[in-house]
């Protein structure tokens, strides 16, 4: 499988990547300013839908979860938790973005 990683510094520039580029995931912290990941990750499935956005934060509180969730996103990982990260990113890369 050939993967190519892409950076953004913000959340803005993450919507930016995501506008030309059409990435199959995105990975997506929530610490970021001027515009957090939360407000990125709303802004990038009002643009489409079917977006796989997994968000990775150090905050571990159910409150964080629920709203990454209710802004679209597929999956939820404590920054604590990374080992698991890979086993998700190649199971939501199996079904390409559409």
């Given at each position: 499988m050939?993967?190519e990683?892409?950076?953004?510094?913000?959340?803005?520039?993450?919507?930016?990547?995501?506008?030309?580029?059409?990435?199959?995931?995105?990975?997506?912290?929530?610490v970021?300013?001027p515009?957090?990941g939360?407000?990125?990750?709303?802004?990038?499935?009002?643009?489409?839908?079917?977006a796989k956005?997994?968000?990775?934060?150090?905050?571990?509180?159910?409150e964080?979860?629920?709203?990454?969730f209710?802004?679209?996103?597929?999956?939820?990982?404590?920054?604590?938790n990374?080992?698991?990260?890979?086993?998700?990113?190649?199971?939501?890369?199996q079904?390409?973005?559409?």
């Amino acid at each position: 499988m050939k993967v190519e990683l892409l950076e953004a510094i913000d959340g803005e520039e993450a919507i930016s990547i995501f506008q030309k580029k059409r990435p199959d995931l995105v990975l997506m912290d929530i610490v970021m300013t001027p515009i957090d990941g939360l407000v990125a990750t709303r802004k990038i499935i009002s643009m489409n839908p079917q977006a796989k956005i997994i968000i990775v934060s150090q905050y571990p509180e159910e409150e964080f979860k629920r709203e990454a969730f209710a802004c679209g996103a597929i999956e939820y990982f404590n920054k604590e938790n990374l080992s698991a990260i890979p086993s998700v990113i190649k199971k939501y890369l199996q079904t390409p973005y559409k």
